[in-house]
């Protein structure tokens, strides 16, 4: 298997060498274990993959000139962290 059957990704410094599916799929058990295995590893999608992700709770608005009160900007937060957690 030379450099061209592979496919390689690197995340956080780190590099990950999955060979390409072939054509007959003779290695899709290799392929589907290894992908999956980066996914997880590199990238943190494995419930997008497993379709278990639960969409985030819609972000709060508020009026405009509305000046936030702490419990308000908690939620704000909180409500902004799930949404960038969720679309990483």
């Known amino acids: 298997m ?30 589907k274990s290894q992908t999956l295995t980066t996914l ?3 990238w943190g999608v494995t419930c997008h993959i ?3 992700a639960r969409d985030p709770p819609q972000i709060p608005t508020f009026p405009y000139n509305h000046p936030l009160m702490e419990d308000e900007e908690d939620r704000l937060e909180k409500a902004e ?6 679309h990483q």
């Open 50 to 52: 497993e379709g278990t």
């Open 2 to 31: 030379g450099p061209s059957n592979l496919t390689t990704s690197v995340t956080a410094g780190k590099s990950y060498m999955v060979p390409k599916l072939a054509r007959d799929r003779s290695n899709w058990i290799t392929w």
């Open 81 to 86: 962290k799930c949404w960038e957690d969720y």
């Open 40 to 42: 997880a590893v590199g």
